[in-house]
């Protein structure tokens, strides 16, 4: 059983950044973020694989980076430029596959955390 615990959500204005962190009791293959706003399904953010293989939905592309420091088990999410639409509970997902983009898509991770709330004002 992997832990997960995020934290660094906050409440920020449109146009602001945030770096979300989370650390895991240890690392495996797939590490991604997912995210679940109000009255809409959960998406795949962003997924990176230990070899540095990264994917993002394309609602983030260009404002997200995901990053993971494989010496402290952490994985990062640095969002800039937020939106109101950004808005979400976001949670940290873990699996030991292969296949990071096609989990990411399909929500298929053994692990999760609970998860840390963005809230962007306009």
């Known amino acids: 059983q992997v832990q997960l615990v995020e934290s660094g959500g906050d409440s920020v204005q449109a146009g602001g950044s945030l770096r979300l962190s989370c650390v895991a009791s240890?690392?495996?293959?797939?590490m991604a973020w997912f995210r679940q706003g109000p009255d809409k399904e959960r998406e795949g953010v962003a997924v990176?694989?230990?070899?540095?293989?990264?994917s993002y939905a394309d609602s983030v592309k260009g404002r997200f980076t995901i990053s993971r420091d494989i010496a402290k088990n952490t994985l990062y999410l640095q969002m800039n430029s937020l939106k109101p639409e950004d808005t979400a509970l976001y949670t940290c997902?873990?699996?030991?596959?292969?296949?990071?983009?096609?989990?990411?898509?399909?929500?298929?991770?053994?692990?999760w955390g609970r998860g840390t709330q963005v809230t962007v004002s306009s």
């Open positions: 990176m694989d230990l070899y540095g293989v990264t």
């Open positions: 240890t690392n495996t293959n797939c």
């Open positions: 997902a873990g699996d030991g596959g292969s296949d990071c983009e096609w989990r990411r898509l399909r929500g298929r991770f053994d692990y």
